[in-house]
């Protein structure tokens, strides 16, 4: 499923990300990338703030379509 879709306090793997060249690498250093685990801690109108590893990070409704999760 879409990260835009996915519920709240969750721990989930992502399986595939959708993005080239730039974003991937920023995902990628943010260590957004297949295999990896986030969780969501809110979404809003479309707008995803996930945990991952020790830190918080938003995405746009845009890049978190991109990522799939599991």
């Not at 499923?1 to 969750?10: E, F, I």
Request: charge should be positive; hydrophobic fraction near 45%; avoid cysteine.
């Amino acid at each position: 499923m879409p990260l835009v879709t996915a519920p709240t306090d969750t721990e989930l793997k992502i399986i595939k990300v959708f993005a080239e060249g730039d974003t991937k690498r920023h995902l990628e250093n943010l260590g957004i990338l297949p295999g990896g685990k986030l969780s969501v801690i809110k979404s809003e109108a479309g707008n995803v703030i996930v945990k991952i590893k020790e830190g918080r990070v938003a995405l746009s409704r845009r890049l978190a379509t991109k990522i799939f999760v599991a």
